[in-house]
């Protein structure tokens, strides 16, 4: 089996069809092609798209079989607090960020155009009318579908999150070193 590559200009910029004939490459055995490797999320942002980005790639990473944890730090963790729960935190500093920010999947902003909250009402209803899931939908998908979500202890130390704040299904929380260890196991990491 030969295979045609056409190359239609050549260096000079004239019109000149040029085929080349070689052999296919014969496809890889199994042994021969790359061992599948899991996806490691990395969710440090807490804005409504990216978490929504975040969710839609956990949901969709699962659905097409590929092990998929997501690691959850910084702002990205204040997604994963109950929406219930309105104030957290031990100190008064961590309790004003709360506040400010308030936690929970249902509660992010837009990272532009929020417009008070006119932003997020608008993604909803397009996400309504043109049948996109929410961030909420898709994570509870995803925890259906096995994706593991991690969250930081320094970030929970930080702000002063228990395990009781966080919402049902969390993992362990684990460090830095924990993460860096599935990225040199393997783990095709994606910032979010």
Not at 40 to 56: D, F, N, Q
Not at 60 to 65: F, R, Y
Not at 92 to 120: A, E, Y
């Amino acid at each position: 089996m030969t295979q045609t590559i056409e190359h239609p200009v050549d260096i000079a910029g004239r019109g000149v069809d040029q085929v080349v004939a070689e052999p296919a490459a014969a496809p890889a055995s199994a042994a021969e092609q790359p061992a599948t490797h899991d996806v490691l999320i990395i969710c440090y942002s807490g804005e409504l798209e990216k978490t929504w980005a975040a969710m839609i790639l956990a949901s969709t990473s699962a659905a097409m079989g590929v092990k998929t944890r997501v690691f959850v730090t910084f702002w990205g963790l204040q997604t994963f607090v109950k929406d219930s729960r309105r104030i957290t935190g031990k100190n008064w500093m961590q309790r004003m960020m709360s506040f400010m920010q308030r936690p929970g999947v249902s509660h992010r902003k837009l990272s532009k155009m929020n417009f008070f909250g006119m932003g997020p009402w608008m993604m909803g209803s397009l996400a309504k009318k043109y049948n996109v899931a929410s961030p909420k939908e898709l994570l509870e998908v995803a925890q259906v579908m096995g994706v593991e979500f991690i969250p930081c202890q320094m970030t929970m130390d930080m702000f002063g999150l228990t395990k009781d704040d966080l919402i049902e299904g969390m993992g362990e929380p684990v460090g830095a070193a924990t993460v860096i260890g599935l990225m040199a196991e393997g783990s095709a990491p994606l910032f979010i």
